[in-house]
């Protein structure tokens, strides 16, 4: 991606922090105010902030938000890629329930409860589609085509770190921290924006399916949303040792997914990439059965 304004880590920070003060400052009183409305609102107003933002540097659309015709091999990678990463992000999530029992269960009845105020598509279209292409114009679109001068890994931990801190939830943060590091992994091994944003969209898709399926729970049982509030502030260092099992496989489908969204002939060193994936199966298993015997 290119190097695009003389000072692009100064762009770059400039964005993120204005990202979070438009959410401090405006987004949160729209939301507060008119509930999904304002989130929709909160999601278009961050898209005009990437572009606001690319016409202030007088940059082209093409070089801070490079898009082009998708293909079925690194979309079924992205897919592959975003597989990988799931589970590590709700092992972080599970970690956050573990630590912060309390303000967990209040972020996530928050986020249901606003939710369920809508119809499942309109959810949909605000809670899945308006995230996947506005938060990536900011994030995969000006923020990272503006940490050109940093190596990949560094522009990898801090998009990630940057997206994670935009969320302003200390019980989210390690998770969407480690969603948007691979989000922006995907985006530099393929330079396309469209990659970004399905992950995104597939992410997303996922916890929108999870609050109907709650929603239909509770209004067939409504004693089950107090049950399910019991067992999410009820995590046990065990719980954590199955979801560290789990991601024994992320390191595999990760391997898989970048190869797919790369393409082009095998690259070399597989022997070494293969013992490192082992190892690092070997350590997650390892780890979680030690907290499952606990």
Not at 17 to 31: H, R, W
Not at 186 to 202: D, E, R, S
């Amino acid at each position: 991606m290119k190097n695009l304004t003389k000072r692009p880590l100064a762009a770059a920070l400039a964005m993120a922090a204005a990202s979070v003060l438009f959410l401090l400052l405006i987004a949160a009183p729209m939301q507060a105010a008119w509930g999904m409305t304002g989130l929709l609102l909160t999601e278009l107003g961050l898209l005009a902030l990437a572009l606001g933002g690319a016409a202030l540097l007088r940059e082209k659309l093409s070089d801070v938000f490079p898009l082009r015709a998708p293909r079925l091999r690194p979309a079924f990678g992205a897919v592959v890629l975003w597989l990988g990463a799931y589970m590590p992000v709700l092992t972080a999530a599970i970690l956050m329930q573990l630590l912060l029992p309390a303000q967990t269960v209040e972020v996530s009845t928050g986020i249901t409860g606003l939710a369920v105020t809508v119809s499942p598509w309109l959810r949909f279209l605000i809670m899945a589609v308006s995230p996947a292409i506005c938060e990536e114009a900011v994030y995969r679109g000006f923020i990272l085509s503006h940490l050109g001068p940093l190596p990949a890994w560094a522009r990898v931990a801090v998009c990630g770190a940057l997206f994670g801190a935009f969320h302003l939830d200390a019980t989210r943060f390690l998770s969407t921290a480690l969603l948007g590091a691979a989000i922006t992994w995907a985006v530099l091994c393929t330079g396309n924006l469209f990659y970004a944003g399905l992950i995104h969209l597939c992410n997303n898709a996922l916890s929108v399916l999870a609050t109907i399926a709650l929603e239909a729970a509770v209004q067939s049982a409504p004693e089950l949303a107090e049950q399910a509030t019991a067992e999410a502030a009820a995590v046990t260092p065990a719980t954590l040792g199955v979801y560290l099992v789990l991601c024994a496989a992320s390191p595999w489908l990760l391997w898989a997914g970048t190869a797919l969204l790369r393409g082009g002939p095998a690259r070399p060193r597989r022997g070494r990439r293969a013992l490192v994936c082992l190892g690092a199966s070997v350590l997650l298993a390892a780890a979680g059965f030690l907290l499952i015997a606990g």
